[in-house]
């Protein structure tokens, strides 16, 4: 069994996941618009270029998005994508880039549980949260 992360967009579901793939590493495997699907001729005109499905390998995970009518369109609330990085740097990076134009529920800090730690939506609608943990202790 796997489970995968399925996101929906308002619109921008090719432009953010191709922000993902230039700026945290992820590989786009697959990207279909609607106008490509076997059948395009019962496609609105406005939906043509929206995307049908796409995947994406980022980390070890796999996620996979698509767009929908904007009008039905909400912000990912109450679920986060916990993203998870190896140094204070790549932390501090990672938040400057997906903060910029987002909305930052919890700023960037230090905690007892991680050197770094931030809660956030980006301007796609995403919501994040990243961390650099803290070594966890043994457990006995």
């Avoid at 993203?83 to 230090?110: C, H, K, T, W």
Wanted: negative net charge; charged residues 20%.
């Amino acid at each position: 069994m796997k489970l995968h992360t399925y996101l929906n967009y308002g619109g921008n579901c090719e432009q953010a996941f191709r922000f993902y793939e230039q700026h945290l590493g992820g590989q786009i495997t697959m990207m279909m618009t609607h106008g490509q699907q076997p059948n395009p001729s019962n496609v609105s005109p406005e939906q043509k270029n929206a995307i049908l499905h796409a995947r994406m390998i980022l980390g070890e995970a796999e996620i996979m998005g698509s767009d929908v009518p904007p009008e039905r369109f909400q912000p990912m609330r109450s679920v986060y994508l916990s993203l998870n990085v190896g140094s204070i740097d790549e932390a501090e990076r990672i938040y400057a880039l997906l903060s910029d134009g987002g909305q930052i529920f919890m700023p960037m800090e230090e905690t007892f549980f991680a050197f770094r730690f931030a809660m956030l939506r980006d301007k796609f609608g995403t919501s994040w949260m990243i961390l650099n943990e803290r070594p966890r202790p043994q457990n006995v």
